[in-house]
């Protein structure tokens, strides 16, 4: 009798793996039909958006559009779940009372953008959790104190007066429209480069020049196209893909970079105590905070975390900052009378704004109204993320098992309806010491709030003032009505087409 196919010695390990793979897809199927199941248990309390079976709501948020997610904060009171296709949820939350609850636990960050910052950043403050984490915040804490910083305000002040020559430059006496964004970036970049390595990088003038400042933007572009490509999610995926291939040469470029760094300032350093050099450095910058940190820690704080929060500190600023200084510019040239009131203060202050301290800088009471309300209505960090390491309950007694993954929409929460009259005018006022006093402490979270909260914080406000500042005595801006700023929602805010102002120089 003729033997069946199946029986031919060659056919054989094919059948095998062809039932092999059978197995594993069947055993994934019924993994991911339990997940949706208990998903769709754990969420039912709370009442969602309609939902596509197959893509849930992902093509509500999709492209990013802020407006939507006000339409769902106005319709949905605390919070909605959001599906991400059939088989993933967030639950995203945007009431004071949710936030203050989510924020007082330490979950760890969410596994998914934490792999995605990895290569460039290592393990530093932001992707850190548990003790490890805690370790890192209670030593770098004093590297972004009040002591530390007062030194960084020249140093600012000189980043700021470069970038405002170029605009001169640029502009003559005429009113010229200038994408401003571009720039702000480059002379963001410089003020990082100098507090983190006391490096002068030319970046503002020569950006193409610098290999390690277009590695840094490279590697920021890739990371944040990797977020929302889906198809890259996955590592093997990922990494045979032409942006793969460059997102890790470029990372190898950065930690090479700051290896270097590092290694030069401790050799600086020793030469230093060697000809016992007791002249000291005009700033000290991050990087000598981290040396002392581990000098003083040298079993718990490896050459590698080290690098990683030079790294981190570095890409932590240069994502949030650019943002935060353009959006209120962009502001103020919306809003001309509240940019005179603010330059009538800084010029009572500043003078001609020939010098600038950090004293000076508290004294701007009605500029930092301006800067807070623009850090309400566009915040450069719009949501962050944990996974529940346990059970939560939310004051108004629903709960949340362990697992689930909670974005707080800190973009939400600026523009709930119910906690901002008007949530989309803009009105300093609202931060006047009465004003506030009589809001919740969690309805305005820019730099979040907790154990978790943004430890840059006072960096930002100072960099933030010093910049505005020092634009607003020199130009005057209005917006270019053709070119509306369009906001475009990734981890970090950023301009969908460049920031684009006319700017006039004051006489
Ligand atoms: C306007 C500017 C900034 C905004 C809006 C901002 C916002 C935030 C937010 C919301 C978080 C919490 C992230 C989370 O929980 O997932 C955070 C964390 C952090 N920020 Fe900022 N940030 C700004 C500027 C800076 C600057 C200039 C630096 C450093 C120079 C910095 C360093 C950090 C670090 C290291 C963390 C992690 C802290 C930790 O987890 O212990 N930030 N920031």
């Given at each position: 009798m003729e033997s069946s196919w199946l029986e031919t010695r060659w056919a054989r390990p094919f059948y095998l793996a062809f039932v092999f793979c059978l197995a594993l897809g069947l055993l994934q199927a019924i993994k991911l039909y339990l997940r949706r199941q208990r998903l769709l248990r754990d969420l039912r309390p709370f009442p969602a958006p309609p939902t596509h079976w197959f893509y849930g709501h992902q093509k509500l948020l999709q492209d990013g559009k802020m407006e939507k997610l006000e339409e769902l904060v106005e319709k949905y009171p605390c919070a909605f779940p959001c599906w991400v296709g059939p088989f993933q949820a967030f639950f995203y939350i945007y009431d004071p009372d949710y936030a203050k609850t989510f924020l007082s636990r330490t979950d760890p960050k969410s596994k998914y953008p934490c792999k995605v910052w990895l290569p460039c950043l290592g393990k530093g403050l932001v992707s850190l959790d548990g003790p490890k984490w805690f370790q890192h915040r209670c030593l770098l804490t004093p590297g972004y104190s009040v002591n530390i910083l007062k030194s960084y305000v020249e140093v600012m002040a000189h980043s700021v007066n470069m970038m405002l020559g170029k605009w001169e430059k640029i502009c003559g006496t005429q009113d010229t429209i200038v994408e401003v964004f571009e720039h702000i970036n480059l002379m963001a970049l410089d003020i990082l480069m100098k507090c983190a390595f006391n490096r002068e990088t030319n970046c503002q003038i020569n950006s193409h020049c610098d290999l390690y400042v277009k590695s840094t933007f490279e590697a920021s572009k890739i990371i944040f196209y990797r977020l929302y490509s889906f198809l890259r999610h996955h590592n093997i995926l990922f990494n045979f893909s032409p942006e793969g291939h460059c997102l890790q040469e470029t990372s190898q470029m950065l930690h090479q970079h700051t290896e270097k760094a590092i290694q030069d300032r401790k050799k600086a350093l020793e030469e230093e105590k060697r000809q016992d050099?007791?002249?000291?450095?005009?700033h000290q910058d991050f990087l000598d905070v981290v040396l002392s940190v581990q000098a003083e820690n040298r079993d718990s704080f490896s050459d590698t975390d080290l690098r990683s929060e030079v790294n981190t500190f570095l890409l932590a600023g240069q994502d949030t900052m650019p943002g935060g200084i353009s959006w209120l510019l962009y502001h103020l040239a919306l809003n001309p009378e509240h940019q005179e009131r603010c330059r009538e203060e800084i010029r009572s202050i500043l003078?001609?704004?020939s010098s600038i301290t950090w004293d000076q800088l508290d004294e701007m009471s009605y500029t930092t109204m301006c800067i807070k309300e623009s850090l309400r209505l566009?915040?450069?960090?719009p949501s962050i993320s944990r996974e529940l390491s346990k059970p939560i309950t939310f004051p108004d007694g629903l709960s949340l098992p362990a697992g689930i993954t909670v974005v707080l929409s800190i973009w939400g929460l600026h523009h709930n309806p119910a906690i901002w009259e008007k949530p989309k005018v803009f009105d300093p006022?609202?931060?006047s010491q009465e004003n506030s006093d009589q809001r919740h402490s969690h309805s305005f979270l820019p730099f979040s709030a907790?154990?978790?909260?943004?430890?840059g914080q006072h960096f930002a406000m100072a960099e933030l003032k010093v910049a505005i500042a020092l634009i607003l005595l020199r130009f005057k801006v209005t917006p270019d009505p053709t070119r509306p700023l369009v906001f475009l929602s990734q981890v970090i805010l950023k301009p969908k087409n460049g920031v684009h102002l006319h700017l006039k120089k004051l006489s």
């Open positions: 050099n007791t002249q000291k450095r005009k003078g001609d704004g566009a915040p450069p960090v006022l609202r931060f907790g154990p978790r909260n943004c430890v």
